[in-house]
């Protein structure tokens, strides 16, 4: 299956695919219109990968009606109607949907001609083009009318694939006063094969679903009375925390990196000095307010890494100076807004700070994008892409710090370390942020879905706003630049990846317990022991299951718990030395002396110090 | 030098000694006012290890003056006066101030007359009895008299040796819109010998002072931005930071902890729940108010741990539940009451929880205890006191939660767990928590300073409050007892004390840099790298002094870092593949392979792993 297709589709496929999809729609709402008359409609814009439409329908609708709607549909399909478009002076439509009882419409349309659009707040698309119009474009598909600024297909022949996927209620306009109509929504795509992997996709995601596995795994939880968007971490998920960290401290610390702690709040002033407030306030906690000083919680670490930049005199002999924390941040998202592990209000970051002189950014650029990709082949993502962001010239003094120079020599150089490095990654110009060039990182899951996990940004203002300097060669003080970067991103949200991409089943290393031994009778318990504690003192996470249960009850929770290695002892094991091992696959790899297990399990563990991630840090192993 | 002396002082000696040295203070006053006629008296009360008295003298006195007061003083004391009580009217005492232009005194005795007491605030000492008195007590030593309450040593020939200290400003009465007097510290002791140590002990405090050295060796730093009481760990700070933490994750778990990570926020309910609000309400910080709910920064772990607790229901066969986590708590302190490391606003706690059945306390909390006792080994810690607090019969229902029965059991429990460790403790009644009896571990540096680093506290009150419970064999549910313990107590005072304790100079296992290569010359730079490089690969956190430096320089600046081993490389050690180790004591070891090189550090470094550890953990190594 090429779980690659969806992305590498260009932009004028993708621009077909969502013409498609929107025709979909409306044969759907053709669909039930038929078989519920007196639907009344809403709107249905597309979505990623698919579409949906609102609609009030007599009776409420169910999964069950879904498969209906589908045979209704082929039945339409096979008419092969056309899609006719037609312009009406929009007073002509607003009698016509009158006509009809389609009061949604009426209103829409009504919108449309007070007001010149059909929005009622800036996020919100109705699907109906913006601008002062006095005429409203209609599409016809056999006997079935919308209002609708289209593209369509020119015939319903050319409609591929589709699925019907779920029905759910929605408030007419997002509105909780308004009517809830009923909201269903649906695929579509070019190749049978396409939609057959999407719908794959989804199963596998759904089983997949971190909060689901987070919950059966025992790794993280969240509590009403702690508050919303802050994980509380069970000893399960805190295993993951502390070999992500071991990984990222070894991986930096032979980088040349050097590590501080930072505390998780700090004085109004520092974030007035590094510009979070006000320009960041909204996304920050509010302020506490201590002997009549305001504090607040860290939204970022960099505001202390500078701190601590600027304690000292630093020379360039000090330089690159990179200073790493897995650092707690703080920030606020709207209750509705979060989700499981992916949106979060507290957020602990692989972060650093690589203060350097221009000289050295490219190498260093180019060494953080080599870690990237050491990172990348451990974890066995072979899909991923790094978006660069440019600045926008028209915009310098506005949106973009106004040091031309600066933008230009940056760009070329994050530029070339990215030609260098042979990465995979596109250029937008515009996007970048407001002190400098940036990257972001986006990967995808073994099931092919999209992640953002990471951004690396060039920052040639704020160094100089906190007065950080260093000292030359020839004496004189200079500004260094700064280099953010996160390739773990935040432990929140690559576990929440990470729980995906291996479905729970992590690779030993990672594995919250790494075996389990589980004595056949009660008499086999000590010798259960004996090995549980040579794993134990070989410094892996083994458990003894003494359980009163029977064996396969037992082999069935450490597959449920995903542990790697099962090892059953019975009466031939005790005497020989030796355990059956049963993977958690399912595989029986038969009965090996308790010695060769070891070993087999060392080898396998450090499969972490893969020679892709020694490669990946080559340059700097002299650092 | 007996180093315990001041601690094994019994409570009457201990009382005598304030006797005299109260009297020595009225010898100095005396030899100030002979040698500066005309100065006015404040009060002078003792202090642990001293004296002081407040005086407003003619001129302002420096330390060059404290010589020539000692001097006077032993004039007087030759005079051999006896101090003489005298009981007179208020009046009379008054009228005999005012003659001699004591003003203080009369304000002091003015006071006693009107309010019966010359305090102005609950926690001043002026040295007056209390009470509604119409007559006030004086002593005179010679021809120095002044109103005391004494009591005094019959004869100024009683005063032991003794050591003016320093002088410095101090606001009459502590009030900043009264005059400023002048205030002389002061020590005395019985013995020549106790003296000497007391001011070499003063010396090396001095010179181990964990704010010098901190900065000094690149550990910590404040930030006036940031805001006081929140340290900052730089680089070297935090390799002791991370290698605490990996001792006490290690030892954690061989004993059977299971590691936890909570977030720093939770809301206001929780804390309501907790008891926290509103009885610990001034120790928190501020809350912040988000969508109108209140989140505060949390001043301990505890909360959160039983929350993970209840998130599923235990069983006896789940307990004891040993939950860790090096939390970072928020504590509100007076901007005055800070104190470099050692009294902080943010505090990385050692923490843990453990619920268990009240049969289980004794054996859970014997662990503890023999953990700290593995501790102190590891650290050369060989004195040290738990101060065992337990409730007040009389205030039950009051001060301490209303369950006799349970204090009597825990207490007991608590008591044969100390006495079955050979634990030195102390027994005082009515100092316990209100939920249950505690034990304050007290421990003196390698100069015999005293530290309090940890508390222990058995609380069975408080799982009720969060319904928490676990099913028993017979299928009933119980509440858990909660022992809450942290051994190592936080970063920030561990710290503190373990840079007094070793002056810096901290064993190889803690040492930020454990090894410096020193090459000659340029021309030895690479063979330096080498051997450098094979450090770093044997894990070993080993730097290269490349810098032009004359050699000598170079290891003068080694050992201001305390680092632990100079590698000095030349022709003869490029050729041989050796290195001249040299030690921060001055130590030369002479020239030795790098494999015996780096077999020898293996061995020292690992001591960490003591067996005194080993031992101190053995009970639980089947956990």
């Known amino acids: 299956?090429?779980?690659?297709?969806?992305?590498?589709?260009?932009?004028?496929?993708?621009?077909?695919?969502?013409?498609?999809?929107?025709?979909?729609?409306?044969?759907?709402?053709?669909?039930?219109?038929?078989?519920?008359?007196?639907?009344?409609?809403?709107?249905?814009?597309?979505?990623?990968?698919?579409?949906?439409?609102?609609?009030?329908?007599?009776?409420?609708?169910?999964?069950?009606?879904?498969?209906?709607?589908?045979?209704?549909?082929?039945?339409?399909?096979?008419?092969?109607?056309?899609?006719?478009?037609?312009?009406?002076?929009?007073?002509?439509?607003?009698?016509?949907?009158?006509?009809?009882?389609?009061?949604?419409?009426?209103?829409?349309?009504?919108?449309?001609?007070?007001?010149?659009?059909?929005?009622?707040?800036?996020?919100?698309?109705?699907?109906?083009?913006?601008?002062?119009?006095?005429?409203?474009?209609?599409?016809?598909?056999?006997?079935?009318?919308?209002?609708?600024?289209?593209?369509?297909?020119?015939?319903?022949?050319?409609?591929?694939?589709?699925?019907?996927?779920?029905?759910?209620?929605?408030?007419?306009?997002?509105?909780?006063?308004?009517?809830?109509?009923?909201?269903?929504?649906?695929?579509?795509?070019?190749?049978?094969?396409?939609?057959?992997?999407?719908?794959?996709?989804?199963?596998e995601a759904e089983r997949r679903d971190h909060r689901r596995i987070g919950r059966d795994l025992g790794l993280f939880m969240f509590d009403e009375e702690v508050g919303p968007g802050l994980p509380l971490w069970l000893p399960n998920g805190t295993v993951l925390i502390e070999e992500l960290e071991r990984l990222a401290k070894e991986t930096e610390e032979r980088a040349g990196y050097v590590r501080v702690r930072t505390p998780h709040v700090a004085k109004e002033s520092m974030y007035l000095r590094s510009g979070h407030l006000p320009y960041y306030a909204e996304s920050m906690f509010p302020p506490m307010e201590l002997e009549g000083v305001r504090y607040y919680l860290k939204p970022m670490n960099c505001p202390h890494h500078h701190k601590i930049y600027a304690a000292q005199q630093r020379s360039y002999r000090d330089i690159p100076l990179r200073l790493a924390e897995y650092g707690t941040c703080y920030r606020y998202e709207k209750s509705g807004e979060l989700f499981g592990l992916m949106r979060v209000?507290?957020?602990?970051?692989?972060?650093?700070?690589?203060?350097?002189?221009?000289?050295?950014?490219?190498?260093?650029?180019?060494?953080?994008?080599?870690?990237?990709?050491?990172?990348?082949?451990?974890?066995?993502?072979?899909?991923?892409?790094?978006?660069?962001?440019?600045?926008?010239?028209?915009?310098?003094?506005?949106?973009?710090?106004?040091?031309?120079?600066?933008?230009?020599?940056?760009?070329?150089?994050?530029?070339?370390?990215?030609?260098?490095?042979?990465?995979?990654?596109?250029?937008?110009?515009?996007?970048?942020?407001?002190?400098?060039?940036?990257?972001?990182?986006?990967?995808?899951?073994?099931?092919?879905?999209?992640?953002?996990?990471?951004?690396?940004?060039?920052?040639?203002?704020?160094?100089?706003?906190?007065?950080?300097?260093?000292?030359?060669?020839?004496?004189?003080?200079?500004?260094?630049?700064?280099?953010?970067?996160?390739?773990?991103?935040?432990?929140?949200?690559?576990?929440?990846?990470?729980?995906?991409?291996?479905?729970?089943?992590?690779?030993?290393?990672?594995?919250?317990v790494q075996a389990v031994v589980l004595p056949i009778a009660d008499r086999h318990a000590p010798y259960a022991e004996e090995v549980g504690g040579r794993l134990r003192a070989r410094g892996f996470r083994a458990h003894v299951d003494t359980r009163r249960e029977n064996l396969n009850h037992k082999i069935r929770d450490a597959q449920l718990q995903k542990i790697p290695y099962m090892l059953v002892v019975g009466d031939r094991e005790l005497e020989a030395g030796t355990a059956a091992v049963r993977l958690r696959s399912g595989e029986n790899i038969g009965t090996i002396s308790v010695d060769d297990l070891l070993a087999r399990l060392d080898a396998e563990r450090g499969q972490r110090q893969h020679a892709a991630l020694d490669t990946a840090l080559g340059h700097s192993d002299n650092a």
Chains 1, 2 share one sequence.
């Open 1 to 203: 299956m090429d779980q690659s297709e969806p992305r590498q589709t260009k932009s004028s496929d993708r621009r077909d695919l969502e013409t498609m999809r929107h025709s979909a729609a409306h044969v759907m709402v053709a669909a039930v219109q038929r078989l519920f008359p007196g639907t009344k409609l809403g709107v249905g814009p597309t979505v990623e990968h698919g579409f949906y439409y609102d609609m009030e329908v007599p009776r409420p609708l169910t999964s069950d009606d879904l498969p209906v709607i589908e045979a209704e549909m082929h039945k339409i399909l096979a008419e092969r109607p056309e899609f006719e478009r037609e312009e009406m002076p929009i007073e002509t439509a607003i009698d016509y949907f009158r006509a009809h009882g389609q009061d949604y419409k009426v209103e829409l349309l009504s919108d449309l001609k007070e007001r010149g659009t059909t929005r009622v707040t800036s996020r919100e698309d109705m699907d109906v083009d913006p601008g002062n119009r006095t005429s409203a474009t209609m599409y016809r598909t056999g006997e079935f009318v919308d209002l609708c600024r289209g593209p369509h297909v020119p015939s319903a022949g050319r409609i591929g694939p589709f699925k019907l996927l779920s029905v759910s209620g929605a408030y007419w306009r997002g509105d909780e006063h308004r009517p809830m109509l009923q909201r269903i929504y649906g695929t579509a795509w070019f190749t049978r094969e396409q939609l057959d992997h999407y719908l794959w996709q989804l199963d």
């Open 345 to 512: 209000r507290s957020l602990q970051m692989n972060d650093a700070h690589i203060y350097c002189t221009l000289d050295q950014i490219e190498d260093e650029f180019l060494a953080v994008c080599r870690m990237y990709l050491g990172y990348f082949e451990l974890f066995g993502i072979d899909q991923y892409l790094m978006r660069f962001s440019t600045h926008d010239p028209n915009q310098l003094g506005g949106k973009y710090v106004d040091q031309p120079e600066l933008w230009k020599k940056t760009e070329e150089i994050v530029r070339r370390a990215l030609d260098h490095g042979r990465i995979n990654y596109t250029e937008t110009a515009g996007e970048a942020a407001f002190y400098g060039p940036k990257i972001d990182v986006q990967v995808w899951s073994a099931i092919g879905r999209e992640f953002t996990l990471a951004t690396n940004q060039v920052d040639f203002a704020v160094p100089e706003r906190f007065g950080l300097t260093y000292v030359n060669a020839r004496g004189e003080h200079e500004t260094p630049i700064c280099i953010h970067r996160a390739p773990l991103g935040t432990h929140e949200r690559m576990i929440g990846f990470l729980i995906e991409h291996y479905a729970g089943a992590f690779p030993l290393w990672l594995a919250p």
